[in-house]
T-cell receptor, first 110, second 113 residues
């Protein structure tokens, strides 16, 4: 059974710092991995999608890596801003469904 | 293009009542999914439609939940009768084909009192 774990559960950092969010999954037989952002009371916004054959994806200040063999992914946020405050969710796709982690609540201190 | 739209955004109902949630996927997306997040837990899969057919409904919690997708367009998720433990946020997502990323709606926050 696929399980997705995100560490840490919550994180507070001063504005301007670089930070890393971690995601691990138990079954390496995944189709792809997707990082989402959720703002309070809002839906899920897709940030980055990494196919199983890829090692990383970048979008602006965000960089996500995937090590399928070890069951790990990281989301790197450079030069954090208060607007980055949100919950970040990691999800792996297996078959026709995706399995989510519980998320990391990120708070960027102005 | 318009995104995935969900109605209503919030619903508060009494235990035993019926509630119907609606999802309008992105036009042309054959794959439609329902997920939900209950308090303190991770978002979990409920079911998957391919056009109007249920491809996988293994995540549906019990027979009080009924999902339909009329003509392969919008989908409804009915809870009848609602129980307290049904409270949570129900998300809908769509995807044009397998392997493509999901686009999620804003969710419906359901509160059963």
């Amino acid at each position: 059974k696929q399980e997705v774990t995100q560490i840490p559960a919550a994180l507070s950092v001063p504005e301007g710092e670089n930070l890393v969010l971690n995601c691990s999954f138990t079954d390496s037989a995944i189709y792809n991995l997707q990082w989402f952002r959720q703002d309070p009371g809002k839906g899920l916004t897709s940030l980055l999608l990494i196919q199983s054959s890829q090692r990383e994806q970048t979008s602006g200040r965000l960089n996500a890596s995937l090590d399928k063999s070890s069951g790990r992914s990281t989301l790197y946020i450079a030069a954090s801003q208060p607007g980055d405050s949100a919950t970040y969710l990691c999800a792996v796709r297996r078959d026709d469904k995706i399995i989510f982690g519980k998320g990391t609540r990120l708070h960027i201190l102005p | 293009e318009a995104g995935v739209t969900q109605f209503p955004s919030h619903s508060v109902i009494e235990k035993g009542q019926t509630v119907t949630l609606r999802c309008d996927p992105i036009s042309g997306h054959d794959n439609l999914y329902w997920y939900r997040r209950v308090m303190g837990k991770e978002i979990k899969f409920l079911l998957h439609f391919v056009k109007e057919s249920k491809q996988d409904e293994s995540g549906m919690p019990n027979n009080r939940f009924l999902a339909e997708r009329t003509g392969g367009t919008y989908s409804t998720l009915k809870v009848q009768p609602a129980e307290l433990e049904d409270s949570g946020v129900y998300f809908c997502a769509s995807s044009p084909y397998l392997g493509y990323g999901y686009t999620f709606g804003s969710g419906t926050r359901l509160t059963v009192v």
